[in-house]
Structure formats: structure tokens, C-alpha cells
């Protein structure tokens, strides 16, 4: 699904993951649902998009599966100086007005969220498709090809393995939006979930937004300022499991407050949390959803905006990072290693947006 704009990465470079999001946001037409892996811990992605103003500054990539230890890496260099820098908030966030009598009475912080909200479709929200395209082609198995996704115009579906797992969308410089990755999260009630999320104190910088033979989205934010967008589905949509190459593996929330995060999306999208310890990194937050673990949150590194972090799958992270440096990005935290998990590390493509790159154990 492609969605304007935000695969437990918008983008700006520096150390850690970032991702986020955009005006203009993109939702799949059929794609395969990410599989959570087991536990990868990256840092840095790019955050979502659309105008609205953002909370503090941070983030560090993580994973999942057992309970996730990953290293956190101070930023180490600055992000390409193309668009953005992954340290730098993606989108500008607006404060809820307390008179917002908008919000349905039934959606309550209290309120059940929907049970089997996962991470469905990702978006790379870009200010180069040309350039992102190519890029991602050298160093992902994946294929695209262009399609008409109204109010959004032509985009590329990406596909990997036979199965379509996100799309590239062209974000307009002049909206003063750095490039990004945006998770899309699979809800059953839309409207539900942004009324719980403007009753929890977060922001909802794209409205519910109808997406052409795909479904309505939007895209919300924590008070922190990490954005994702969460879909409502016109129709049935594969499910992707396993790490295969191509395929996202993790999606995290990196903040400047995990904590305070993880009870925003836990509220949110209904899911419960539970913590692992990571030695002198803290705590890592796993969101689960039965017994099944569907995301992640962590501390974002000093100067690193709150975002979501997305991870990629390869079977050679020393030969893909090559890659990345080769095709003009850059790798501001470099490969660690977590028992069972892998070895992962944080790149940002040429145009500004970040992502974690995983190899599972």
C-alpha cells in the first residue's frame, strides 16, 4: 500500500534508526503483512509525514522475538547532506486543542483497542523516487513497478519473494518533509483508533484519508513525536511471515521516553507490552498481541528524533552495507550483534531516509 507522507524507516541520518511520514500517504493494494522477527535491534529510522509539530528528538532501532537485547549506538555520523538528517524530526506536529469535542464518546484511553493490529505495508516516502528506486534495487531483491493509487497519483509498488510489501511515494520538497519510511499498522476500525489517539494526547496530522480500491488511512503521532499510520483495509490482504530477503523483519519505536510511548501505542492499537532487560541499554519494551510479539519500543540515542524504525531482512549485512556506502548512503551506526537474534545496523539512503538492515541468526 503506498500512503503520502510516514516494512517493531523519514527521515534524517545521524546514529540511530529513524523513520516517519507525510501528507500524502500511500496504503498497499494487497500487501503481504510484515512478519515481527524474533528480535533485531537497530537504531535510527525516519519518522512520517504530513505537517504537524514534532515532540523531542531520539531513536535507536530494536526487534523482537525473545526478549530483545539490542546495542545502542551513539550517533556516529552525520546523515547524507542531500534532504535530511535522521537526527532532525520529519514532521512538524500541531498541539491538540483540549476543546476538540471531535472524538467519538466510546473512544476512550480505556477502550479495547482492535485485536490484530500488525504492521501490514510499508511506504518509503521520498524526495527522489528515481534515485530511492535505484538504490534500493542494488541492494534489495526486490522489483517495482508503477501504479495509480488515487488521491496519491503514480507510485511503485515494491515486491519481494512473489509478494508485495510496500510502495515508494513522491513527497514533494515543498512540503518541507524529509524522506522517511512509514509503517502502516492493519486496524478493523479506523475512527476508533484515532479517537483513542487523540484521547491519549497524541496528534493526527493526515485524517482519515480514502485510498482508491485499498481501504482509509491516516497517520497519528505520540506525544513524543513518532508518527506510523494505521489502515483500514477494503479488503483481505496476505499475510508474510518468516525473513526472507526483502522482507521487513522488525518494527520499533524509537523515543526520547519509551515507556511513555509504549502505553500511547499499546492504547492505541490494543496491544500489551512486556520488558526485557538490555543491560546498560535499559529496558526494551516488546508490544504483543496474544502470544504473539508485534513490535518494539526502546530509548532513542541522545539527539535522535522519536520515530519508528523499520527492518529489512538480508542473508550478507557486511556485503549489503557495502552496498549502501557504494550507492551513496550511509551507515551512521555500524553492524552489532544480538544473541539469537542476529546482527543488524542502521543505514540512511541517499535521500535522507533511515532503515535497519538484518541478518537473523
Known sequence: MAAKKTKKPAKKPATKAAPKKAAKKAAPKKAAK??????????????KKVAAKPAPKKAA????????????????????????R??????????VSKGDTSVSKSATPSAKGPGGARVCWHDLMT???????????????????????????????????????GGIVSLPESEGIASHWMPYVRVRNLDEVIGRAKKLGGFVPVPATKLDGVGRF????????????????????????????????????????????????AGVFGWKTEESEMGGLGKYIIFTDGKE???????????????????????????????V??????????????PNIGRFAVAVDPTGASFALHQPA
Do not use: C
Not at 541492494?139 to 503514480?154: A, D, F, I, S, V
Not at 510479539?293 to 549489503?320: C, F, I
Open 127 to 165: 524526495t527522489d523516487p528515481n534515485r530511492a528506486r535505484e538504490f534500493y534495487a542494488a541492494l534489495m531483491p526486490w522489483k517495482t513497478r508503477p501504479q495509480m493509487l488515487q488521491p496519491l497519483g503514480e507510485t511503485q509498488r515494491i515486491e519481494a519473494g512473489g509478494t508485495e510489501v
Open 61 to 84: 532501532p530494536k526487534k523482537a522475538a525473545a526478549k530483545p537485547a539490542p546495542a545502542k549506538a551513539a550517533p556516529a555520523k552525520a546523515a547524507p547532506s542531500t534532504s535530511s
Open 325 to 338: 556506502k557504494e550507492r551513496g548512503g550511509q551507515v551512521p551506526m555500524p553492524p552489532m550483534t544480538v
Open 34 to 47: 510484515k512478519a515481527a522477527p524474533k528480535k533485531a535491534a537497530p537504531k535510527k529510522a525516519a519518522p
Open 218 to 265: 491516516a497517520v497519528i503521532a505520540d506525544p513524543r513525536g513518532a508518527h506510523i499510520s494505521p489502515i483500514e483495509m477494503s479488503a483481505s490482504m496476505p499475510t508474510t511471515t518468516g525473513t526472507q530477503p526483502g522482507w521487513s523483519t522488525w518494527n520499533e519505536v524509537l523515543s526520547d521516553d519509551p515507556a511513555a510511548s509504549a502505553r500511547f501505542f
Open 293 to 323: 510479539q508485534v513490535a518494539g519500543a526502546m530509548k532513542a540515542p541522545e539527539g535522535v528524533a522519536p520515530h519508528w524504525l523499520s527492518y529489512w531482512a538480508t542473508n550478507d549485512l557486511d556485503r549489503s552495507l557495502a552496498k
Open 86 to 95: 535522521w537526527d532532525k524530526p520529519i514532521i512538524k506536529e500541531k498541539a
